[in-house]
């Protein structure tokens, strides 16, 4: 009395990487000519201009260690939302998680004389920036579970709150001098920059080691597995033996630990000092990224390092000297957040067309796995 | 003479409430019905930066040829419809990529927010120091003369006046017709509407856009309206306050209206006083509104509610449940199978 | 007003709901549409009531074949259903919900209509709150609000599906005297879709019953039960081999359980198992069984009672710490409650073994080509669990369960599989059973629960009776104590 299933999806992974590649470079190919064709109705060249762009990021050595450090803190940003992303959480609090990591670093940092160690102070203010991000993450994630405020709704708000501590200690207690910032830090506090380079290898180093343990965790342990199974079916989970209350905040609080290292390399390396915007939307960056490559790790680095190539050649194209290629950087951003928007649109217009599986296998979303319904009805807003 | 600031207080704060009463009442009807637009701070911006444009290369085409006052509204005119027409796109997209491809809607709301605010700085950048066309300063006739309700309600601009309307009109359509009956149902229990005869999806196709409409027209009221300017750090930020207070005012118009006027009263407050207090304490008085819809919404969506409303006798519950209840529309970011 | 249903046909896949069926229903007259569980009773009349259409076969009302396209449509025509739980909008208020849908202007008039509802709810001897919510109401109120609204929008034809499930007899005396009134007085067709035979007699006129889609009786009543019942149940009575098994020393102790859940309320319960006891529930769906299975699960909270295990009291413990006494629960919903679609069969495997922190793939996988060839599972490791029969994946269920367990909780264990596959995991069961496990298990089948049932608990309207020696029961008898007569 039982229909037999009629699909036969291949579970092959090699065929779905392949599809998914390919629905980004049609996506990607669909934003460029629209790009172009803006541009053109604006009287600018869209060849030479991408041309430059691109010689501007990967002509010059110093342009290119600059690729690198601009995707440094999106790629630890999109690792730690990775984990979230899988628990069938929507972290969008983490911008403030940012703020509140390189608050904490700063609480050390601040306090820095040049006399000081930087082998005690620099792990030291590293693991204050996880504390920080780790609590802020906490604290939406305490929200979620004992008030039932969306994740969403808390993390939006958190973030406001996080600016305006930020404010109110760079126009209070930390002002230096006339500009809402703090003083720049002294030399030991800071993230040493490889000599003669803008490149700071112990960035590179967290990111990489925060990368590697993220996917690790993700596919090779029961913890990475349990997050798995919740963010697929949260009752099923629960019922095979999942803790899913605790693992939720602990998700939050693994996100948010890393949200603070972002949040340290932007305050310890990038500006050398506290200022406003320190967050400076790489968690939203991040949050696209993982978007962007549907959640497969394995992509992130490579997307991460392309991506970067459009703001640093941008940068380039601002001061570029002929008219027809000067260009705002915001444009930049324009490609980033439409391309993901393409290739949401383009996952949705190919799940249309795939073969529906029949009523015994559970229609499972192409393109980003975890569905609004799950997120709005189950954890509610306001549960009734 | 303090009477008098009180007063111009009170009416800056209508004035500068009201683009986000218009974002916020947008969103309110698209969340009644089930959709939820997580784009609303893009759009504000979007449509703010495309009114502006649109109402000075409007305003530069016409003038001279007629009027200045008839070119000004012309302007007006055109530029808020540009804004709304740009707040009805994003909603379909947001309701066509959740219908009919199935993605989820937070994660579009989330990238449209994104990419409505890059563009809007795109397109913005060669206007940031441009002034705009002068506010359409309507007062009305008589009613603004009243003492006290005068100067706060009627002697506004266009927009203000179309807040306070849009206020009225929807919360008598959704609680005092039939239509506005089948919009609950729509969002509650989409199964019972379709069963009393609904087409679901068109319903929500529509709502979602009048929000749309609303939200871009909210837009315009910040650059046409509010400040005459393009600065995007003044709307940035509004359209997140605005999806607050919808949950927040448990989805009712009035309860959001309030809400809104609430924040804008706080913000007033704090702009008035920080000069006297300590910069640190005034950055964390800037959180307050922040901190209260959490700390309140953390007590009114967990058991707290509940159990207040268990202890209470039956009589209460209506008052106490139109007052309090936070609940949002069940069916709220939910796809509907029809047929 | 004169129906008739002229060889409706609909098919799932390779499910014939419905095959051919034909039926005649006149106006002034109860019928009843008696089956067991996935006879085709509910498709029939989403079918009927607009919700679905027919693939082959006609509907003709007064003469005239009429095809609906919604179900707003059919009522236009006459034809209201009441759900078993019915469409209504928790936040409205009852007169709102009659209101809506309703044809014909902006504004509600609102005074008319409330006049017309506390009409008709009077008419129908109900007592009827116009401005309370529904969400504060009973089902039986919710019921009697959407009969009065379909009465209000002149249904000709009353569709109620398994009304009688959670309400109370008081409650139901009111809803029966209503019908018959509206029957017999007032010449509509109704129609109870039940299992009920208790009901049936009571209210209905005519019965047909449906057996794997088809329409195998149509009586008159008064007819003897008996005979209702061998229509619907058939008459298999299977040899069957128990394999008598020592029992061991009593493992759970139940007392005095009383368990609510949101249709009705357990009446409280004492039960001993043994080790290596097999207890058969059945009953209809919503009788209690599912509530207290789950009450022993740990997923239902517990009014009042004790439950034991090995005489510890294990009352307070949650479903997560139940698992580690050795207790095991599995769902009758598969993927919806039980297994976690978008995961590998191996990846299953691994999370439900939990030895440190690292994941060992290898071992995972291992222990899911063992299962797989030991179970007989048509599947790779690497299949995604969606992608599986559902057979294979009740395998997959039954494999995942650990070894030894102290108790085996079971919903449905051998729902949607076909008999080779049934036979296959009772005798994996009965192998546990060997050991030393005790199961409890719930099941819509009565063969099943006769075949393998060291003792039977019915459950009917939250009562459950214990059953000592099934060996000298037979299936009518069962069929009656579930119909709800005691025997």
């Not at chain 1, 803190?73 to 990591?101: H, V």
């Not at chain 1, 920059?193 to 590697?212: D, E, K, Q, V």
């Not at chain 2, 809400?259 to 307050?288: C, E, H, I, K, W």
């Not at chain 3, 298999?236 to 368990?259: C, D, F």
């Amino acid at each position: 009395m039982i229909a037999k299933p009629r699909t036969a999806r291949i579970s092959v992974p090699l065929s779905r990487t392949l599809i998914g590649a390919i629905t980004i470079v049609l996506a990607l190919v669909a934003v460029l000519i629209a790009i172009g064709v803006i541009l053109i109705l604006i009287g600018k060249n869209p060849l030479a201009a991408g041309e430059q762009l691109v010689q501007g990021a990967l002509g010059t050595a110093a342009s290119r260690a600059d690729v690198i450090m601009f995707a440094l803190p999106t790629l630890l940003g999109a690792s730690g939302l990775l984990i979230t992303f899988t628990a069938g959480l929507w972290n969008i609090g983490i911008e403030g998680q940012i703020t509140l990591g390189a608050i904490f670093a700063t609480i050390l940092a601040r306090s820095v004389t040049a006399t000081d160690s930087p082998l005690i102070v620099l792990p030291l203010e590293l693991l204050l920036a996880m504390l920080g991000g780790a609590l802020w993450a906490a604290l939406t994630g305490l929200l979620k579970l004992f008030g039932n405020v969306n994740e969403i709704f808390g993390g939006v708000a958190l973030n406001f709150v996080a600016q305006n501590i930020l404010i109110a200690l760079l126009n209070g207690p930390w002002k230096a001098g006339t500009y809402s910032s703090t003083a720049p830090f002294a030399a030991p506090a800071l993230l040493p920059a490889l000599n003669g380079t803008r490149l700071s290898p112990l960035a590179i180093a967290i990111t990489l080691a925060a990368y590697a343990g993220v996917v690790f965790t993700l596919r090779g342990t029961h913890w990475g597995l349990q997050l798995k199974a919740m963010g697929r079916n949260e009752r099923s989970a629960l019922l095979l033996g999942v803790r899913t209350r605790r693992n939720t905040l602990l998700a939050l609080i693994a996100c948010g630990a890393l949200a603070g290292l972002v949040g340290a390399i932007e305050a310890l390396f990038v500006r050398g000092k506290l200022a406003p915007g320190i967050s400076g939307g790489i968690g939203f960056a991040g949050t696209l990224l993982a978007l962007l490559v549907n959640l497969r790790a394995g992509w992130l680095p490579i997307v991460a390092l392309l991506l970067a190539i459009v703001p640093v050649g941008g940068l380039k194209l601002t001061m570029a000297l002929d008219e027809s290629v000067q260009l705002d950087t915001s444009l930049g951003n324009v490609f980033q957040s439409a391309l993901v928007l393409a290739v949401l649109l383009a996952n949705g217009i190919r799940a249309r067309w795939r073969t529906r599986p029949t009523m015994q296998a559970a229609i499972v979303p192409e393109s980003l796995i975890i569905s609004a319904a799950a997120e709005i009805t189950t954890h509610t807003i306001g549960k009734g | 003479m303090a009477d008098d600031i009180l007063i111009r207080q009170i009416a800056g704060i209508v004035t500068s409430g009201t683009p986000i009463v218009l974002a916020a009442l947008g969103e309110t009807l698209a969340e009644r019905a089930g959709v939820i637009n997580l784009g609303v701070d893009g759009t504000l911006l979007l449509s703010a930066v495309s009114a502006f444009i649109t109402a000075l290369a409007v305003q530069k085409g016409l003038s001279g040829h007629m009027d200045a006052g008839l070119v000004t509204l012309i302007a007006a005119l055109a530029g808020s419809l540009v804004a709304m027409l740009v707040g009805v796109i994003e909603s379909l997209v947001v309701t066509i990529s959740s219908i009919e491809l199935k993605q989820s809607q937070v994660a579009i709301g989330f990238v449209l927010t994104l990419l409505g605010r890059d563009l809007a700085i795109f397109l913005g950048t060669p206007y940031r120091s441009q002034g705009g066309i002068p506010v359409l300063f309507l007062p009305i006739p008589l009613l603004k003369d009243i003492p006290l309700l005068g100067p706060i309600l009627f002697q506004h601009d266009l927009f203000t006046y179309l807040s306070l309307i849009t206020l009225i009109v929807m919360w008598f359509w959704i609680f005092r017709t039939k239509p506005g009956l089948t919009l609950r149902s729509v969002g509650e229990r989409p199964a019972t509407a379709f069963a009393r005869g609904a087409n679901v999806n068109r319903i929500r196709y529509i709502y979602t856009a009048i929000g749309g409409a609303l939200i871009g027209l909210g837009g315009a009221a910040y650059t046409l309206s509010v400040n005459s300017t393009w600065d995007e750090n003044a709307v940035g930020g509004n359209g997140w306050i605005a999806l607050a207070i919808v949950i927040f005012g448990g989805w009712q118009p009035l309860r959001v209206v309030i809400g809104v006027y609430l924040v804008a009263a706080l913000r007033v407050l704090v702009t008035s006083v920080q000069s006297s207090f300590d910069p640190a304490l005034v950055g964390l008085m800037n959180a307050a509104p922040w901190l209260l819809m959490i700390i309140t919404l953390f007590l009114v969506s967990g058991s707290y509610l509940e159990r207040l409303l268990k202890i209470l006798p039956r009589s209460v519950h209506p008052a106490l449940r139109a007052l309090l209840r936070s609940k949002p529309p069940a069916a709220l970011g939910t796809p509907f199978e029809q047929g | 007003m004169h129906i008739e249903l002229e060889h409706i046909t609909k098919r799932f896949g390779a499910l014939c709901a419905n095959n051919a069926i034909s039926m005649t229903l006149e106006g002034g007259q109860i019928y009843a549409v008696l089956g067991e569980n996935g006879a085709g009773k509910s498709t029939l009349m989403k079918i009927l009531s607009g919700y679905q259409p027919a693939d082959t076969g006609r509907i003709v009302i007064d003469q005239q074949p009429i095809a609906f396209n919604s179900p707003a449509d059919a009522l236009a025509h006459g034809i209201g259903m009441l759900h078993q739980d019915p469409l209504d909008v928790p936040t409205l208020s009852v007169l709102d919900n009659c209101i809506l849908g309703l044809p014909g202007g902006l504004l509600p008039d609102r005074r008319t209509a409330r006049a017309a509802l506390i009409k008709t709810a009077a008419h129908l001897g109900f007592s009827l709150r116009p401005d309370a919510f529904i969400d504060s109401l009973t089902i039986a109120e919710r019921q009697q609000v959407e009969i009065v609204r379909l009465l209000s929008q002149n249904a000709r034809v009353l569709i109620l599906d398994e009304p009688t499930t959670g309400i109370s007899e008081v409650q139901k005396d009111t809803l029966f005297r209503s019908l018959k009134q509206l029957a017999h007085d007032d010449g509509l067709i109704v129609i109870l879709v039940s299992h009920k035979l208790e009901d049936v007699e009571k209210l209905c006129d005519q019965v047909y019953v449906l057996r794997t889609g088809q329409i195998v009786g149509q009586e008159r009543m008064p007819c003897p039960v008996v005979h209702l019942i061998t229509l619907m149940f058939g008459q298999h009575l299977e040899p069957t081999t128990r394999i008598a098994a020592a029992h061991g020393e009593v493992i759970l102790s139940v007392r005095n359980l009383q368990v609510k859940d949101e249709r009705l309320t357990l009446d409280a319960l004492t039960l001993d198992v043994r080790a290596g006891e097999v207890i058969g529930l059945a009953g209809l769906d919503g009788s209690g069984q599912q509530a207290f299975l789950r009450a022993c699960a740990g997923l239902y909270p517990t009014l009042q009672g004790q439950i034991l295990l090995e005489n510890r009291d294990i009352t307070p413990l949650s479903y997560h710490e139940r698992l580690h006494c050795g207790i095991s629960y599995a769902s009758a919903g598969r993927l919806e409650e039980g297994l976690t679609a978008g995961l590998t069969v191996a990846e299953h495997f691994a999370l439900v073994a939990p030895k440190g922190a690292r994941v060992d793939w290898a071992q995972a996988d291992q222990a899911a080509q063992a299962a797989i060839a030991h179970y007989k599972i048509k599947a790779q490791p690497t299949s995604p669990i969606e992608t599986l029969s559902g057979g294979n994946q009740q395998r997959v269920l039954l494999a995942l369960l650990p070894n030894p367990l102290k108790l085996l909780l079971l919903e449905s264990p051998t729902r949607g599989l076909d008999v080779e596959s049934a036979r296959w995991v009772w005798s994996q069961l009965l192998e546990r059973r060997a050991q030393g496990t005790a199961l409890i298990f719930l099941s819509a089948e009565l063969d099943e629960i006769v075949a393998y049932s060291d003792r039977i608990g019915v459950f009917s309207n939250g009562r459950m009776t214990l059953i000592d020696d099934p060996a000298h029961m037979s299936i009518e008898q069962l069929g009656t104590l579930i119909g709800g007569k005691t025997a």
